[in-house]
């Protein structure tokens, strides 16, 4: 599977590179969605989300299953697993130190 996300990772960024490939948003839509309060519509979109994207529709079935497995690993352990990391860490400061304030700022992923 590491050999396979890795092959898939260098051929998008050689399309990238090449052309033949573009990324669906700039920063200036991260921006503009961020402002508008509207994050759902492109943050939490798969093609813009920080989880590389494996899944492309002309591999063949079997490296389309290896794609969905490796998206399905790391969806779980960059953004579920992390999320509730973060939330007992906050909860647990807020139990030990309940007369203090504090500021949390998390990413969007």
Do not use: W
Request: hydrophobic share 35%; aromatic share 12%.
């Amino acid at each position: 599977q590491v050999v396979f996300a890795l092959n898939q990772t260098l051929l998008q960024q050689e399309s990238l590179r090449a052309g033949s490939f573009q990324i669906p948003y700039t920063t200036e839509d991260l921006i503009k969605h961020y402002n508008c309060g509207d994050l759902s519509s492109i943050i939490f979109n798969h093609d813009t989300s920080q989880v590389p994207n494996f899944i492309d529709a002309t591999l063949p079935a079997h490296e389309r299953i290896t794609a969905q497995e490796i998206d399905s690993y790391f969806r779980q352990e960059l953004i579920y697993k992390r999320n509730e990391r973060m939330g007992r860490r906050v909860k647990d400061l807020l139990e030990e130190y309940p007369d203090k304030s504090f500021f949390f700022a998390f990413g969007a992923g």
